[in-house]
Structures are given as C-alpha cells and as structure tokens.
C-alpha cells in the first residue's frame, strides 16, 4: 500500500488532487491510501503522532504553518529523509528556500495530471529502489543489506539481529521501528520475530520453519494475519507460475 499526504487550505485543490492520485494509481494498477489534511499544525501533529507517508503533496503558503516550516519538522525534527516531499505552489520563487528540504519535485497550480503522473512514477520507482536495501547503523558507521537476502529480523533484549544466508549481524534498535521500512513480504509473527516469506519452506498455524532449519514460533495475536499472509502470498505465486 502507498501512502499519500495531501495538505493545502483549498479544499476544493485537495478533492481534485485526490480524484486525479486514484484515477493516475488505478491506471497503474498501484494501491494507494490518501490522507489529506487542511493546515500544517494538522499534518505536522499527526506525523508527530506516528503517522507514516510515503509521498507528501504539500502547499507552500499555509496559513501559519506554512509548508517548507513542515518540510523542516519532517526532515531536521523527525530525522525523516526517506518521505518525498512534491510543494505546490501557485508562485515560482521559492528555489533556495526549498534546497534544503531537498523536495523530490515542485509543482505550479493547477497541477496538470501529466505532471502528477511522472511525479507519482518517480516517487514509486525511487522508493522501489530504496526498498532493495536495509540500512542500519553500528557505531558510526551506516551497513546495508539486500532485503532479498536477509531471512528475518529477530528482538533480543534491545539488539535486534538480522539473520542472513551469510550469518548474523545486530545492533541496537527496536523491531517496530523496522517494520515500517520493510516491503510487503515482510510478516510480524511474533513481537520478537519478523520473517520474510521467501525463506519460509513450511507453515502450521503455530509456528514457521524456515530454509535453514530455524522453527519460529507464531504468537496468539499475530496468527490470523500471518495465516492470511501466507496463503495470499501462495496463491499469487501460483497464479505468477501459470
């Protein structure tokens, strides 16, 4: 699912934005989820509150909060660079306001739907891109890992390990704060486990062993979900195959 953020006072703006983000996305074949917010106290408490967007629509000339003082807060506050950040704007002079925001793109009102579409292209294969990879620190010093190597997360006191074909690594981090980053293939089985899909070779409504022989209990409030996962997760790789 793709989230999406729209903030700008023009409720009528915003009905339009979030018509053409449908129409563009059921074009291709992308679920979305839109939010969409009228001022940027509004969206910037929300955010604080743990709200997550993949993609941010917003209008530079709020009211009060106006839109790059929300560009701030997401990236200097929130520590938050992986959101993309698209302004719209009916005025053209906000250049090197919006430099260090570092804006995925800028665009003019009325936005043309063309325009929206390369937009959400972009956003969707750039956030492809960065899925490919899990970053975490050690020290001071950035690793990233090939999610499609990586079998699954694993919470050990305030460790987490990542356990690979290749061995182990951990540091220091918590196992909900992951899940936010990982794809879809991902699944929480357990608050201490998250396990990917392609390295589960079998299934009971219990537990899940994996390739390397590793059997993962399944907690009692995740089992309906993970079930439900599984077999969705089958089923399209049947329907793949023929």
Partial sequence: MYKIGICDDDKVLCAGLEEQIYRISKELSVKVEIEV???????QNDLD????????????????????????FIRNEMEDMRTHIVYISSKQNYAMQLFKVQPLDFLIKPVAEEQLKEVLLRSIKQKRSEAAYFEYRK???????????????????????????????????KLKDIAKQLPEYFVMIHQSYIVNQDFISEYS??????????????????????????????????????
């Fill in 139 to 173: 020290g001071g010093t950035y690793f990233r890992v090939l999610m499609s190597d990586i079998a699954y997360f694993m919470s050990t006191d305030k460790k987490i390990v990542i356990v690979t074909g290749n061995g182990r690594e951990e540091f220091y981090g």
């Fill in 205 to 242: 409504y219990e537990t899940v062993k994996m390739k390397d022989g590793e059997e993962l209990n399944i907690s009692k409030p995740y089992r309906k979900e993970v079930r439900t996962r599984v077999i969705q997760d089958r089923k399209e790789r049947m329907d793949a195959s023929i």
């Fill in 37 to 43: 917010w009228y001022s940027g106290e509004s969206i």
């Fill in 49 to 72: 509150k743990g709200i997550r967007l993949d993609l941010i629509f917003l209008d530079i000339e709020l009211v009060q909060r106006n839109g790059i003082e929300v560009g701030r």
